[in-house]
């Protein structure tokens, strides 16, 4: 098994354009999530779903948008870059323990810079 | 929504020592989960604990659910050691897994 895989792994955009970050996994996990790193204010979540066809908000989810139509991918869009959303974002898919409880695992992160 | 604080914010450490890093989360959760945040930013699963205790290798955790708290040990600190460390909890009853802000740990020779 690949796991959570991102790409791309670095991007740099300008202000105002458009891009999508992917994110795919091999696992069968019905979970999938995107956040954002920022330095010294831990991991948020942007987005997430619990299964193909459903997504919800997390903390910051203004000016990105998801999508769900398969269990494998969830790729997130940012419609009209800006600098404030310059940081490294992670994608996570989930293994449905016992009891409905979730483990998380990672991607490896991609890194976007928009100038 | 939940928070979780974790403490300290920062720590350095004499390759040898041992360590407690400590999580503390303001309401029930599902489960628990410790990440180590590699120097190259690869967050790499340690712990899924949403109670009791488990260990591996050097590494041991425990969680005490109904005081909402966590607790990470690190025995005989290796410079691999180094990086951040971070606690996230499952809110009970939601999907939104929540992250503290981390330990960072810097492990000297």
């Known amino acids: 098994n690949a796991g959570v895989t991102q790409t791309p792994k670095f991007q740099v955009l300008k202000t105002g354009q458009s891009m999508t970050l992917q994110c795919a996994q091999d696992?069968?996990?019905?979970?999938m999530s995107w956040y954002r790193q920022d330095p010294g204010m831990g991991l948020r979540l942007i987005h997430y779903s619990v299964g193909a066809g459903i997504t919800d908000q997390g903390e910051v989810p203004n000016g990105y948008n998801v999508s769900r139509s398969t269990t494998e991918d969830f790729p997130l869009r940012l419609l009209s870059a800006a600098p404030s959303q310059t940081s490294v974002y992670f994608c996570a898919s989930g293994k449905e323990i016992t009891g409905g409880n979730t483990e998380a695992f990672f991607g490896q992160g991609t890194r976007l810079t928009v100038v | 929504g939940i928070q979780v604080e974790q403490s300290p914010p920062d720590l350095i450490l004499q390759e040898g020592a041992n360590s407690t890093l400590r999580c503390n989360f303001s309401?029930?959760?599902?489960?628990l989960q410790w990440f180590h945040q590699n120097p190259w930013g690869q967050l790499i699963n340690l712990f899924y604990?949403?109670?009791g205790t488990k260990q591996n290798g050097r590494l041991s955790a425990t969680t005490v659910a109904t005081e909402r708290y966590s607790l990470l040990y690190i025995s005989s600190s290796q410079t691999t050691d180094s990086g951040v460390y971070f606690c996230a909890v499952w809110p009970r009853g939601s999907y939104q897994l929540t992250f503290g802000k981390g330990t960072k740990l810097s492990v000297i020779p």
């Open positions: 604990i949403p109670s």
């Open positions: 696992m069968n996990h019905e979970y």
């Open positions: 309401d029930s959760v599902n489960n």
